[in-house]
């Protein structure tokens, strides 16, 4: 893969001016293309302020709880010609996840997007299955990289600067799709493409090139606001406003202690949610994309919809990092990933399981109090009386905290 730094020289291939304008643009264009992009487009490279007006509200309101991405440097995230000195124009990609895992959501029924499902042989299968948000089924952002160095090369045989990010917090992705023309804002926040949705992973090159801009293109959502009440947690505060307090995508991500009033509402989510999602009209029924690349072929990645809890509390920190290497994980530390799985635990274990007994038991009496105030939660939840009093003389603050807050039982426990 080559390298992104914008120092980099490279010998041009051609002599004379360096190209410019829609003939190039469109040469550019169909390289994109030709190496998986779904769509593409170009934004200007000038300070996005709307952006950086939305992200420092936000910050204001307090609604960012913790955050960082592009809340860490909201000047930086929102210039790109910080990150490229000189540069005039951003070319946007965007790669849908839906038809990297061959996806086809033809009906309402979401549920039963399980197949090409590749599990690790060592992973056992006990009943307590959590699932992961789309986004994470597989390592998308690899492939729109390559798509998107592909693009970055061409600039730099003719002479351009230029530098690829995606999934990066220097800049906001989104907003350069938007001002591109790729799509408009739904009310879940996420850029939703006109007959493809949202089930897309976005990137760019910001380049020295002067090229053709785009334009925005209108809100496609109409009176529609399904995603509002669909959200679990009712994060989306107002439309196109989420609360990283609420937010279980973010909650599942950040370090410490789970808020534990949207534990229960965390149900069986192991990593992201995408509730907000699969309530859109425009991704659940169109999310194959289809104005741009449908004929060009491209591998069809391995997918994980779903993984063991138990596995994931039994299995040692090197095996749980492997098979959740393309996932965020805070400092790399598979103990947060643990902490989601004994909150799942207690929320779709089945209490009469003896495995299940046992991991709560194992993990009240574990080293870490982080993770042994979440199995006292767990084991409130499972209607484990003995764990609870055996926890008792516990005298961590953490610890005691949850004893002091105890939940009910879940119904029927």
């Not at 990609?93 to 599990?119: C, F, K, M, P, W």
Request: proline residues 5%.
């Amino acid at each position: 893969m080559p390298p992104d730094n914008p120092t980099r020289k490279r010998t041009r291939k051609v002599s004379g001016p360096l190209p410019a304008g829609a003939s190039y643009w469109e040469q550019l264009r169909a390289i994109g293309v030709a190496s998986g992009l779904d769509a593409i487009g170009v934004a200007p490279a000038t300070r996005m302020e709307r952006a950086l007006a939305a992200i420092n509200e936000r910050i204001d309101n307090h609604l960012v709880n913790e955050m960082q991405f592009t809340f860490r440097n909201p000047m930086r995230s929102s210039s790109p010609q910080m990150s490229v000195e000189g540069a005039r124009s951003i070319i946007v990609g965007v790669r849908s996840y839906a038809r990297d895992v061959d996806l086809h959501l033809d009906n309402d029924d979401v549920d039963s997007e399980t197949q090409h499902i590749d599990r690790d042989s060592d992973e056992t299968h006990t009943g307590s299955t959590a699932r992961v948000a789309r986004y994470a089924w597989a390592d998308h952002n690899e492939g729109l990289k390559q798509s998107l160095f592909a693009v970055m090369r061409r600039l730099r045989d003719d002479g351009h600067r230029a530098v690829v990010f995606a999934d990066d917090n220097s800049i906001v992705d989104r907003e350069t799709a938007y001002l591109a023309g790729i799509g408009w804002y739904g009310k879940n926040a996420n850029l939703l493409l006109p007959s493809a949705g949202s089930f897309f992973v976005i990137g760019c090159v910001v380049t020295t090139a002067e090229l053709p801009i785009g334009a925005p293109i209108e809100d496609g959502c109409g009176a529609c606001s399904r995603c509002i009440p669909a959200c679990p947690t009712a994060a989306i505060v107002s439309p196109g406003v989420i609360d990283g307090n609420r937010c279980l995508s973010w909650l599942l991500q950040k370090p410490g202690v789970f808020d534990r009033d949207y534990r229960v509402a965390l149900h069986d989510r192991i990593y992201g949610c995408d509730d907000c999602q699969t309530s859109c009209p425009q991704t659940v029924r169109r999310s194959v994309p289809v104005q741009i690349s449908t004929t060009v072929s491209r591998p069809t990645l391995p997918a994980r919809a779903t993984i063991d809890v138990e596995w994931l509390l039994h299995a040692d920190d090197e095996a749980v990092m492997a098979v959740c290497e393309h996932w965020y994980t805070h400092q790399r530390d598979a103990r947060w990933i643990r902490r989601n799985a004994l909150i799942i635990l207690g929320n779709i274990g089945q209490p009469t399981r003896e495995s299940v007994h046992g991991i709560i038991a194992r993990y009240a009496t574990h080293s870490d109090a982080m993770l042994r105030s979440h199995a006292v939660w767990a084991a409130a939840r499972l209607g484990y009386t003995d764990v609870i009093a055996g926890a008792r003389g516990d005298v961590d603050p953490m610890v005691k905290d949850e004893l002091d807050h105890l939940p009910d039982a879940r119904v029927g426990v």
